[in-house]
């Protein structure tokens, strides 16, 4: 059994950057942690209705996902680069040496949002081998509109890929539960935009994203 710590910056993140792997490692029994960094409260300008429907959908979305535990730090959304770097590493640790994780799911490195940036530095910061030796592996996830607006030189070129082809139904299921977040095209968090981005990813290492019934050679794994 491995223990799995996904980290977002605003909740949503995670479900759109690794959404059907943390399916896949939930049906595999392993434990699944989640630190969420940012949150909409009253005291950073938001109404209580927004409050109330971000906690709501947090935690709707940690049951899907059966969540061992749930971690929201609630610092101010778009500003956590206002925040001291030595006060987020302290907070990040204490989380990571709680759960000692064996996988590790962070930003990309060079994420357009501010607050991605923050939080992949402060990440990165937490993961040395000579502190928390637990850490087995790290991982950067791809994230609908941040890491596809990216500067081209620096764009994300993944060296990993999961099938997720049994969980792509139900990852856009759960980034539904974010109803503020999804609109149509061409804005870029929607369930075409989604579907489309595991395709396109499928495509880049010869997989079949979801076997055709009617083309029963086209298997969904991997071909070597």
């Known amino acids: 059994m491995k223990k799995i710590l996904v980290v ?3 909740a949503d993140d995670e479900t759109l950057g690794a959404g059907g792997y943390l399916l896949k490692h939930r049906d595999l029994k392993d434990e699944i942690y989640w630190l969420n960094v940012t949150n909409a409260r009253t005291e950073y300008g938001y109404t209580e209705k927004e409050q ?3 906690v709501n959908q947090t935690q709707k979305v940690s049951e899907r996902y059966g969540m061992k535990k749930f971690y929201d730090l609630c610092l101010e ?5 206002k925040y001291d770097k030595s006060f987020l590493i302290n907070k990040f640790s204490e989380i990571i040496k709680e759960v000692e ?3 590790v799911i962070i930003l990309f490195q060079f994420d357009v949002h501010s607050d991605h940036k923050v939080v992949f530095e402060t990440m990165y910061s937490c993961t040395k081998s000579f502190r928390y030796p637990y850490v087995e592996m790290i ?3 791809e994230i609908l509109s941040e890491t596809d607006y990216a500067v081209s030189t620096q764009g994300f070129s993944p060296n990993l890929y999961v099938d997720i082809s049994e969980y792509i139904d139900e990852k856009v299921s759960i980034m539904n539960e974010y109803e503020n ?3 149509p095209s061409p804005f870029p968090r929607n369930e075409d935009a989604i579907r489309g981005l595991a395709k396109f990813r499928a495509a880049a290492c010869n997989v079949c994203p979801r076997p055709p019934r009617d083309n029963p050679g086209c298997s969904g794994q991997r071909r070597s």
Request: glycine share 4%.
């Open 77 to 81: 959304p778009a500003a956590l680069d």
């Open 139 to 141: 991982l950067s996830m």
């Open 8 to 10: 977002s910056p605003h």
């Open 101 to 103: 994780p064996n996988i």
């Open 181 to 183: 977040e999804i609109k």
């Open 52 to 54: 109330y429907d971000g």
